[in-house]
């Protein structure tokens, strides 16, 4: 089994920043993704940010140039630094994992909420215009 924590949501304002972190406990060894989804009220849960183990990333459209996500193994815990944040970023904010998975920087279904089957509880981000 995975656990799997998140913190550091909150409100700001449009053009502000916020770093979400995600503590893991469990089996999180070897070959593995972890994520960043998010899900607005009456919206699909919609991937984010993705990193494997060994450090590829892919991002979402939405988000390239604006957020960055990275991992300190060694605190096992997932981050992810959100800059210039718009009020269409306004969502609940979902740690993902995922056993035996690698990001393929041409594969975009690794950002589909299907590809991973361990989730935190979210975290409330919001935006204000």
């Known amino acids: 089994q995975v656990q799997l924590v998140e913190s550091g949501g909150g409100s700001v304002q449009s053009g502000g920043s916020l770093r979400l972190s995600c503590a893991a406990s469990?089996?999180?060894?070897?070959?593995?993704?972890m994520g960043w989804f998010r899900q607005a009220p009456g919206t699909e849960r919609e991937g984010v940010a993705i990193?494997?183990?060994?450090?590829?990333?892919i991002f979402a459209d939405s988000v390239k140039g604006r957020f960055t996500i990275s991992q300190d193994r060694a605190k096992n815990t997932l981050y992810l630094q959100m800059n210039s944040l718009k009020p269409e970023d306004t969502a609940t904010y979902y740690c993902?994992?995922?056993?035996?998975?690698?990001?393929?920087?041409?594969?975009?279904?690794?950002?589909?909420?299907?590809?991973?089957?361990?989730w935190g509880q979210g975290t409330q981000v919001t935006v204000a215009s």
């Open positions: 993902a994992f995922q056993r035996a998975c690698a990001v393929d920087y041409y594969d975009y279904d690794i950002l589909r909420a299907t590809a991973f089957g361990y």
């Open positions: 469990g089996y999180i060894y070897n070959r593995y993704c």
């Open positions: 990193i494997d183990s060994d450090g590829y990333t």
